[in-house]
């Protein structure tokens, strides 16, 4: 799925990208890190972008954040060219990446207030903001502590706290979670939402962990080798692509599986001992079919769930090149 020219245009995105390109040349080789891009995000929700190792993904949110230079095409992040309006995106913005890494002897209270001063914050607000922030992600307790001291997780939340120091209203978290135990994640995740829900910010983020996307983001778009292979809400992709809903069936006896695969938008049927999976374009219709037979025919069936293609079948099956479930 591609976007149309004229998506491009939309006056509530938070960012439009379009035809991005990113070559990195050395002695030795060329890499074509992001070939003609484009995207376009509406504000107010949490992105998901996916892809491999070496996808582009980083490439892609260090150019938006104004880390790196594109090689051709265009980016605006809430409005402004990350070009040309640099200072300005930069103003707006908070950037987080998996293993965050500072100054090895500053303390979190110290890197905070250094980077409070990068952001121009008065001393009142930067204090206020910094103890806000440790209190949120449990940093109090260690924030005179050597960040080489810190354990990874307290390391990352130290990263998240910094990039939320300015309040941005555009937030690119990659791979946020990257060493936080469960319990910690799971609140960082909360937090995401009550930033979008709450106090209307954006959210890009990254991350390889696939239920953390599904969980959180509204849309995603998929890249590989440097390319846009997917973008739209899970639904849509799983609905447009052809990604099988699953219904799994447990009999006591016999089941024709003839049968069962003449149901509406059956793709396929397995048995296994007493488990029957069968595959459905449309679980729906599927479903009323099968409840018409069981009554009918008096199918041995005890049990039956229905469960749609998880994002990590459809993102499998999307960067391996097969286009559908």
Do not use: W
């Not at 990263?159 to 936080?180: Q, R, V, W, Y």
């Amino acid at each position: 799925m591609n976007i149309d020219d004229a998506a491009l245009d939309v006056t509530d995105a938070a960012i439009i990208i379009d035809g991005m390109s990113k070559t990195f040349v050395s002695p030795s080789r060329t890499v074509d890190a992001l070939r003609d891009f484009s995207l376009s995000i509406d504000g107010g929700q949490i992105f998901g972008l996916l892809g491999p190792n070496g996808a582009g993904k980083t490439t892609l949110v260090d150019i938006l954040a104004t880390v790196l230079l594109p090689t051709s095409g265009t980016a605006r992040v809430l409005g402004h060219d990350v070009v040309r309006d640099t200072a300005k995106v930069r103003e707006r913005i908070g950037l987080c990446v998996g293993g965050a890494y500072f100054f090895y002897n500053l303390t979190p209270r110290e890197i905070l207030t250094y980077y409070g001063k990068l952001f121009d914050l008065p001393a009142s607000r930067r204090t206020r903001r910094i103890d806000e922030l440790f209190d949120t992600f449990g940093i109090t307790a260690f924030e005179h502590a050597r960040f080489s001291k810190l354990s990874t997780g307290m390391k990352q939340k130290v990263g998240i706290a910094k990039s939320l120091l300015n309040d941005p209203e555009m937030l690119f978290m990659d791979e946020p979670t990257t060493g936080l135990d469960v319990d910690v994640a799971r609140e960082v995740r909360a937090h995401f939402k009550r930033l979008v829900e709450e106090d209307g910010k954006t959210i890009l983020l990254t991350s390889h962990q696939l239920f953390e996307v599904e969980e959180l983001c509204s849309t995603i778009a998929v890249i590989n080798d440097g390319r846009k292979v997917v973008e739209g809400s899970i639904d849509d992709i799983r609905r447009e692509l052809g990604f099988p809903d699953a219904i799994r069936l447990i009999v006591d006896g016999d089941v024709d599986l003839d049968v069962l695969r003449s149901l509406s938008a059956v793709t396929a049927v397995d048995r296994d001992g007493d488990e029957v999976v069968i595959r459905s374009t449309c679980a729906f219709d599927t479903v009323m079919d099968l409840a018409g037979l069981v009554r009918e025919k008096r199918l041995p069936v005890v049990d039956m769930e229905v469960r749609k293609s998880s994002l990590e079948e459809m993102f499998t099956s999307l960067v391996r090149g097969d286009g559908t479930g």
